[in-house]
């Protein structure tokens, strides 16, 4: 009986349950995408559909970062497939996150001279929000490829399905160039920022050498709903290999090294979930 449950587990594929339904509402939202792209030609209804989708695919980014921490599958052809419907979602391609996030940022975030996604400037005072958030958008694959250049064994990856998503998209602006940047292009671009938009609000102004310290929680719990429990964030950085269904407990054992101050609302919550 042992056998039989854990060969219907490897055929499944995923890592954990809890990741089923997000991917499955992932590929429904590409499904969609693409049903749109060969069959509405109405400019207004291509532009309405990229404004509507703004925040839904904003909250996408959050199951590409959860994904570039803890791969979705076991087999690695399933993960390369996903991370390409998550790139025409958010614009962060195979492994850029693993370099720039994994090993870069949640390695140097209580550096402000290394970390990757900086929220000090050169002279050492604070960015507002609007500067840090086209300052890491913009520096997100550079820096990404700089790391890179420290780990040979991901670099590869990253530069082939890189290169690879984005002649996809080229592909697709050139068969169908309004319906391609509208359902594509576009949407790639804003949540790339809205991304690094929402991240503003994780460390900012916590100048600190002490993790449990240097990160703003959110336990409001749609927002964990929404986001894979993102809002346990000192959680998460105590120990960023944990699945994002096991965070909740995590925190419940660090909680009190966490000071109050550093429990919030966040600006997505504040504004849409009310509080």
Known sequence: MTKISEKRKGLSGFRYKEDRWPVCIVLALTVLDFVLYFTVSNVGLLIGYYLLMIIPKGVICAWNHHHQHLFTFRQAYLNRGLEFVYALHTGVTTHLWRLHHVLGHHLNFLDQKEDESRWKRKDGTQMGMIEYTL??????????????????????????YTALTFAAVAVLVWFNPVAGLLLFVLPMITSLLFTAYVTYEHHSGLDTQNEFEASYNNLDPLFNRLTGNLGYHTAHHHKQGVHWSKLPALHAKIEDKIPEYLYQKSILTRVFLGG
Do not use: I
Request: hydrophobic content about 35%; aromatic content about 12%.
């Open 135 to 160: 300052d890491v958008a913009l520096t997100a694959y550079p820096r990404g490829y700089q790391v890179g250049k420290k780990h040979p064994k991901q670099l590869p990856t990253f530069l082939l």
